[in-house]
């Protein structure tokens, strides 16, 4: 059984920062891909981010340049380090693996103020 726990949403005012962290547990033995998707109130779930085991990321175009995502293989944990935030960036956030399946977290409200 595999578990992600996410953590570091919340309310922030346009032009703050906030850091996302995901974390999986459970019989893991590597982690291919790590990622952040989100998804607005009416609108169809997204990828943010991504990174691949060997640290190759792509990003939405609406975030490249103001979002960053890492991860920490022996933590079994990735990041999302969120600047100059936008009220268009207010959605719920879900951490999603491949481990040989696709495993999602349960998500982190992030709301951004104008």
């Known amino acids: 059984q595999v578990r992600l726990v996410e953590s570091g949403g919340g309310l922030v005012q346009a032009g703050g920062s906030l850091r996302l962290s995901c974390t999986a547990s459970?019989?893991?033995?590597?982690?291919?891909?790590m990622g952040w998707y989100r998804q607005a109130p009416g609108k169809q779930r997204e990828l943010v981010a991504g990174?691949?085991?060997?640290?190759?990321?792509n990003y939405a175009d609406s975030v490249r340049g103001r979002f960053g995502i890492s991860r920490d293989n022996a933590l079994k944990t990735v990041y999302l380090q969120m600047n100059s935030l936008k009220p268009e960036d207010t959605a719920v956030y879900y951490c999603n693996v491949y481990l040989g399946a696709w495993y999602w977290g349960q998500g982190t409200q992030v709301t951004v103020s104008s």
């Open positions: 459970g019989s893991i033995l590597s982690i291919n891909f």
């Open positions: 990174i691949t085991t060997g640290g190759s990321t």
